[in-house]
């Protein structure tokens, strides 16, 4: 399965109410989940599956913990992956931004990486990057705030 192709499963799971798509090709499986957005569906979910209840929870804790952050949505920037979070390119380096950093558009601001690759996250408006919302090497969910940045 080429990139192109897990490109277009991601697009249709984020275009509709699909939570998670695994496919099986030869001997390659691509698991596509968006358990960030699950959370809004838990209560409905965890009645007739007891079992997925628990990773159910997890999520909609952390968005209630990320509420605060999430009441101005236009200047945070949020991960368009499940991955872990990379603030630098390597362990050695220093973060690609931090508190107070002056960033333009197209500027990197972390990678995230998912599946072995690793995703270039660029400032998408010229701005101060006014928090860090994550920790270097941190897992992330689809959807979750990483930085808040304010335009210039």
């Known amino acids: 399965m080429d990139i ?3 490109r277009k499963l991601i697009r249709l799971v984020q275009q509709s109410d699909v939570t998670e798509i695994e496919v099986t090709e030869g001997e390659s499986t691509v ?6 957005m699950a959370a809004a569906v838990a209560p409905v979910m965890a009645q007739p599956i ?3 209840a628990p990773v159910m929870a997890a999520p909609q804790a952390a968005a209630t913990e990320a509420s605060p ?16 979070f990379y603030a630098a390119s390597s362990p050695d380096d220093d973060p690609f931004v931090s508190a107070g950093t002056s960033v333009k558009k197209g ?11 690793m995703n270039e996250i660029e400032a998408e408006y010229d ?3 006014e928090k860090v919302l994550v920790k ?17």
């Open 4 to 6: 192109s192709e897990i």
């Open 31 to 36: 698991r596509i989940s968006r358990q960030g």
């Open 50 to 52: 007891p079992a997925v």
């Open 69 to 84: 952050v999430e009441e101005d949505t236009e200047n945070v920037v949020t991960s368009p992956m499940v991955g872990t």
């Open 107 to 117: 500027d990197v601001l972390c990678i995230v990486e998912a599946m072995k690759l």
């Open 127 to 129: 701005g101060t990057v």
């Open 136 to 152: 270097n090497a941190e897992p992330l969910e689809y959807g979750q705030p990483l930085f808040v940045i304010t335009p210039a």
